[in-house]
């Protein structure tokens, strides 16, 4: 069965200024459009057709350079776009509690996260994860990967990401990937990131 690139949950223009209309509509609609169609050309036909994307993605070294990169492409939006809200907002209840334990603070967090995006060379991602033993953790992947993969450095499940390569902000920010990094703060989904991190709570718990 072909995995679906899910309608986005807000207008192109809804993350003005921080994320601009334009940038959106080429990243979801030709950016994030190419990797799911490749990912379905690639699995056409074969086994992975039949399993979720996370279990493609869980055994990503076993698969082709074109599996790995398309289903990571096509995983790694999908999640962003979830992410993000034009209604902005801050992190409450057990996220919130969860944030201190790791970081000291939100402030703390950003520091670290930002960091990761900044330090990025060349494409690829930042993340706040769920690590296997059940706790957040920053971590960042090259490309396409994500922490979701039998090859990253850094393994759990994603809850909030930001995507670094140069087309997510390239028309507005230019090289400026810090003032964009800065920028992402403003339109997080903070509740969306909350129920994710519920479900890996769960699941890291039950492994």
């Not at 993000?84 to 939100?106: H, M, V």
């Amino acid at each position: 069965m072909a995995f679906e690139q899910k309608a986005l949950p807000y207008a192109y223009d809804a993350l003005e200024p921080h994320f601009d209309a334009k940038t959106m509509e080429i990243h979801y609609g030709k950016h994030h459009a190419g990797y799911t169609s490749k990912l379905n050309n690639a699995i056409e036909g074969t086994d992975l057709a039949n399993h979720s994307i996370e279990d493609i993605l869980k055994n990503a070294g076993s698969h082709s350079a074109g599996v790995r990169n398309n289903g990571g492409g096509f995983y790694n939006h999908s999640l962003f776009w979830e992410i993000l809200s034009p209604k902005g907002g801050a992190p409450s209840g057990d996220l919130e509690t969860a944030i201190k334990d790791a970081f000291g603070s939100l402030d703390n967090l950003k520091e670290k996260f930002n960091a990761a995006a900044a330090t990025r060379f060349g494409s690829g991602w930042a993340w706040l994860i769920v690590g296997e033993d059940g706790k957040l953790h920053v971590t960042s992947t090259p490309n396409q990967d994500n922490p979701l993969m039998d090859v990253a450095e850094v393994k759990g499940t994603p809850i909030l990401g930001l995507d670094v390569w140069e087309h997510a902000y390239y028309l507005k920010y230019q090289n400026r990937r810090p003032d964009y990094i800065s920028a992402f703060w403003n339109i997080i989904n903070w509740e969306k990131v909350g129920e994710k991190y519920k479900a890996a709570e769960k699941y890291a718990a039950a492994k």
